[in-house]
């Protein structure tokens, strides 16, 4: 049995979170941290982690950048394992992030979905074999019209791991509005969408000479999120310390 914290529990991928565990006999939400009650998670919600008084093995956090911070601080201190799935961190707290693994066991994706992941290995394969055989790599992604960010974190992801199979030899192109060329060949085109309440669209195209192949993934729920969160926290119970990402879950 997992005991797990939920960090950002008073926030909608905290009750998601909450209601798989609840199903989940291997894994249990002893206490949450949050920045108001939430009547019905079952367990006691903390203002502050250094006030939870119960054990547990690992911490979820889906809360949000601002409170990244205390919550590396607080890891870092007591080398508790954590599973971070908060988005939109600065460069310095990537870094941060890093430099807290070293003392812990800290599990960061860009992306939670176990579909996502199992994409992101498929799609090295898939570059291995149509990048030098000339193919154009284009990705498009499509989000709800409140996402702040473009391209996504996952869109960029996808693009790293075609990239990485092929020596980083692509540029990354995210407008072509202001020129008036024809496509160069170690171009990798990322378009983004916001638009209605899509919860997360991707396709990876690589388009030859009379043949294009689509790699996809669609979200229809925030859930498939906390899915995979819950499955990297079963597996990061026990870990040693380092930086782990959803690959190694998916092995």
């Given at each position: 049995?997992?005991?797990?914290?939920?960090?950002?529990?008073?926030?909608?991928?905290?009750?998601?979170?909450?209601?798989?565990?609840?199903?989940?006999?291997?894994?249990?939400?002893?206490?949450?941290?949050?920045?108001?009650?939430?009547?019905?998670?079952?367990?006691?919600?903390?203002?502050?982690?250094?006030?939870?008084?119960?054990?547990?093995?690992?911490i979820i956090d889906f809360s949000s950048a601002a409170a990244i911070d205390s919550l590396l601080t607080?890891?870092?201190?007591?080398?508790?394992?954590?599973?971070?799935?908060?988005?939109?961190?600065?460069?310095?707290?990537?870094?941060?992030?890093?430099?807290?693994?070293?003392?812990?066991?800290?599990?960061?994706?860009?992306?939670?979905?176990?579909?996502?992941?199992?994409?992101?290995?498929?799609?090295?394969?898939?570059?291995?074999?149509?990048?030098?055989?000339?193919?154009?790599?284009?990705?498009?992604?499509?989000?709800?019209?409140?996402?702040?960010?473009?391209?996504?974190?996952?869109?960029?992801?996808?693009?790293?791991?075609?990239?990485?199979?092929?020596?980083?030899?692509?540029?990354?192109?995210?407008?072509?509005?202001?020129?008036?060329?024809?496509?160069?060949?170690?171009?990798?085109?990322?378009?983004?969408?916001?638009?209605?309440?899509?919860?997360?669209?991707?396709?990876?195209?690589?388009?030859?000479?009379?043949?294009?192949?689509?790699?996809?993934?669609?979200?229809?729920?925030?859930?498939?999120?906390?899915?995979?969160?819950?499955?990297?926290?079963?597996?990061?119970?026990?870990?040693?310390?380092?930086?782990?990402?959803?690959?190694?879950?998916?092995?």
């Amino acid at each position: 049995m997992v005991k797990a914290l939920m960090h950002g529990a008073s926030g909608h991928m905290g009750a998601v979170v909450t209601d798989i565990c609840s199903e989940d006999a291997d894994i249990e939400i002893v206490a949450g941290v949050g920045l108001e009650d939430a009547p019905g998670r079952g367990y006691t919600i903390y203002r502050n982690i250094d006030d939870v008084k119960e054990d547990f093995d690992v911490i979820i956090d889906f809360s949000s950048a601002a409170a990244i911070d205390s919550l590396l601080t607080y890891v870092e201190k007591n080398s508790k394992a954590v599973v971070l799935c908060t988005t939109g961190l600065s460069d310095e707290q990537v870094a941060r992030v890093s430099e807290v693994s070293k003392k812990a066991a800290v599990l960061r994706s860009a992306n939670m979905s176990l579909g996502v992941n199992t994409l992101f290995k498929i799609l090295k394969q898939a570059a291995e074999v149509f990048v030098p055989a000339g193919y154009d790599v284009e990705i498009v992604e499509k989000h709800h019209n409140q996402k702040l960010d473009a391209p996504s974190g996952t869109a960029l992801a996808l693009a790293d791991a075609v990239n990485d199979a092929c020596g980083d030899s692509f540029e990354y192109v995210y407008d072509r509005s202001n020129v008036r060329r024809k496509r160069d060949k170690k171009e990798l085109g990322i378009s983004a969408v916001r638009a209605g309440t899509i919860v997360g669209e991707h396709e990876v195209i690589f388009a030859g000479t009379d043949e294009v192949i689509t790699f996809s993934h669609s979200a229809y729920s925030k859930a498939v999120f906390a899915k995979g969160a819950v499955s990297a926290a079963k597996f990061l119970k026990g870990k040693p310390n380092g930086l782990y990402d959803m690959g190694d879950v998916i092995g």
